[in-house]
Structure formats: C-alpha cells, structure tokens
C-alpha cells in the first residue's frame, strides 16, 4: 500500500484546510485509516483515526470539534477536513494505514504516507 497525502499549505489562524490521503497498490476499504502529525521538535502524535466503514472515529482532545475525518471507500480516499486552525496545528501531517482496528498508537499502523506540511500563522 502506498499512501499520497497532499492539501497541506500556509493559512492564517481561523482558516480552515482540507488534506486528502490517496491510497495505491490496494484497497484500504479494510483498513483503519489514520492521521498523525509531528510539530517542529515534538515527538508524533496521534490526531485522528476513522474504522473502515467510516461509522466509527476519534480524535485527540485538542482538535475536536475542529477537525472532522472522513473517507470514500470507492476512491480509496481519506480526508481531515481541518477548520478553525490555531498556530499550535502547525506540523506535518502523516496518513497511516492500520489492517487492524487501531485507534492512537502509531505502532498499530503498518503503512505511512510521506507527510504534508502544514503551516499556521498568527
């Protein structure tokens, strides 16, 4: 499986984003689908995580509410729609992949797109 994520850009504080994880290779209708990010000299961290009907998610406390994951199983697509963005969202966002059910450990997660920056001004 290989994961494209893309949609990252600059955006004032308030703004809202939406980045978009393609997968390749194979279907990921059966995965868990994931988004992590890491912020300028900070470790990983889980952000989002969708089951792969799409019933079920979760989010970490600091983005719900903000932040909605969603995925279209026929495009083999995942997306996190990202509105109200505070300068503390500032870091590159990862999709990863999980065969599992899997919720914030990264190691849960099998396959991992390259990342997409995203950047928050004040």
């Known amino acids: 499986v290989q994961l494209q994520a893309s949609g990252g850009g600059l955006v004032q504080a308030g703004g809202s984003l939406r980045l978009s994880c393609a997968a390749s290779?194979?279907?990921?209708?059966?995965?868990?689908m994931g988004w992590f990010r890491r912020a300028p000299g900070k470790e990983r961290e889980f952000v989002a995580v969708i089951s792969s009907s799409g019933r079920l998610t979760y989010y970490t406390d600091s983005v719900k509410v903000r932040f909605t994951i969603s995925r279209d199983n026929a495009k083999n697509t995942v997306y996190l729609e990202m509105n109200s963005l505070k300068p503390e969202d500032t870091a590159v966002y990862y999709c990863a992949a999980a065969t599992a059910a899997s919720r914030t450990s990264a190691s849960d997660y099998n396959y991992w797109g390259q990342g997409t920056l995203v950047t928050v001004s004040s």
């Open positions: 290779g194979r279907t990921v209708s059966n995965f868990y």
